[in-house]
């Protein structure tokens, strides 16, 4: 394989299909993980054979690998920027059809203020949605969110809506089932910080 500079017209998809290419051309071939093997040495200088700089200048050797790392560092950005979604954004693509903006809007903003606090988790939970839900006592709050904020979590269906409250409008819903949601919501929220 010998490494030309290609004109300003390859594209990316052009690119990625010739990776993919040369990485599946040689199935059978391992790749050396363990550089202390002997036959890593001997896989290296194979596969250094076909690699010659000695075409480039100077110049261009630093242009394409400016290029080259400014590309890989557009990719980091954009894929950091797509899987970052804000804590209130991260809750309403959850939870927006079933429970009312302000209330995910208050759980955002609490999580968020509670993030470097050195709370244990269920107080951390209970401090999350006591606004919301000040009509409970606080020792019945901790009490609900015990199940979330510690490892009992791990039940099956503990993080699905569904399986904690009926699956009906917000207004339709039980003080209690709305407690239950409004505390599954944030343990999310932290879940997810």
């Known amino acids: 394989m010998s ?8 594209n990316s998809s052009e690119a990625e ?10 199935p059978t071939l391992d790749y050396p993980w363990n550089p202390a093997d002997p036959e890593t040495a001997d896989y290296y200088t194979q596969s250094d054979r ?6 480039w200048s100077e110049r ?3 242009q394409q690998s400016e290029s080259f790392f ?3 560092q557009s990719c980091w950005d954009a894929a950091s920027s797509d899987s970052e979604l804000s804590p209130l954004a991260a809750l309403t693509s959850k939870f927006g059809a079933r429970v009312p903006q302000q209330w995910l809007a208050q759980i955002a903003a609490n999580v968020g203020s509670l993030a470097t606090s050195n ?4 107080e951390q939970l209970v401090k999350s949605v006591q606004d919301l839900l000040s009509n409970w006592a606080i020792d019945d709050l901790l009490v609900m969110a015990r199940p979330y904020a ?11 809506p ?3 409250v009926r699956p009906l409008d917000w207004t339709e819903l039980s003080e209690m089932e709305r407690a239950k949601l409004t505390i599954l919501i944030a343990q999310y929220a932290i879940d997810s910080l």
């Open 50 to 55: 076909y690699f010659s700089l000695d075409d």
């Open 150 to 160: 510690y490892a009992m979590r791990c039940n099956p269906g503990v993080d699905n």
């Open 119 to 122: 709370l244990e988790p269920v």
């Open 3 to 10: 490494f030309n500079s290609q004109p300003d017209h390859y």
């Open 70 to 72: 400014t590309s890989i």
């Open 17 to 26: 299909a010739e990776l993919i290419d040369c990485l599946l051309a040689s």
């Open 162 to 164: 569904d399986n904690i």
């Open 60 to 62: 261009e050797i630093t």
